[in-house]
Structure formats: C-alpha cells, structure tokens
Nanobody
Framework: VQLQASGGGLVQAGGSLRLSCAAS????????MGWYRQAPGKQRELVAT???????TYAASVKGRFTISRDNAKNTVYLQMNSLKPDDTAVYYC?????????WGQGTQVTVSS
C-alpha cells in the first residue's frame, strides 16, 4: 500500500491550496484519514482528521480556514486550505489508520510567502 500526496506548492499569503492523498493497493477499511505537518526545526503536528463516521477534528491554528473531506470510494482524503499564512509553511503528510495498521504518505511541501 502506498499513499500518494499531491497539491502542494508555493502560494502568497491569503491564497489557497488543495491537497489530495490517495491510497493505492489493497488497503481495507480506513477508520481515520488525516493530515499532519512538520515545519523546519519543529515536531510533526496534527492538522486535521476525519473518521469513517465523518467526525472531524482540527488543530486550533487552522480551524475556520482549512476543510478536510474524504471520498471513501476513491480511498482519498482532501485538505482545502484557505487564507494561508506564512506560519502554515511545512511539509504536509497524510495518514491513514485501520484497525491494526497505519500508513503515511511521502509528504508534500507547502510554502506560503508573505
């Protein structure tokens, strides 16, 4: 199983990006899909998660600006990022969890210029 993240890039402050992460291979039932990020010199932190029951959690720093969604038929999770700030600059990683397994994507760079 591989998770392929895409959609990162360079954007000016106030702009928007949409990240996608799709799983390939036989993955089974995905309980939680999520996005995490890691800025230079900092620990990886949770950005947002969505459960199979569509319960959603956001980090306080992105609430109201980011929206997570999932397409179960496509084994894909999305992260719509609006009103981006320079502090959002990081490598964004997707994460899928089942009942007995967890997979990470390779990361996609998001850079927000001031």
């Amino acid at each position: 199983v591989q998770l392929q993240a895409s959609g990162g890039g360079l954007v000016q402050a106030g702009g928007s990006l949409r990240l996608s992460c799709a799983a390939s291979g036989s993955i089974g039932s995905i309980n939680i899909m999520g996005w995490y990020r890691q800025a230079p010199g900092k620990q990886r932190e949770l950005v947002a998660t969505i459960t199979s029951g569509t319960r959603i959690t956001y980090a306080a720093s992105v609430k109201g600006r980011f929206t997570i969604s999932r397409d179960n038929a496509k084994n894909t999770v999305y992260l719509q990022m609006n009103s981006l700030k320079p502090d959002d600059t990081a490598v964004y990683y997707c994460n899928f969890e089942g009942s007995r397994w967890m997979y990470w994507g390779q990361g996609t760079q998001v850079t927000v210029s001031s």
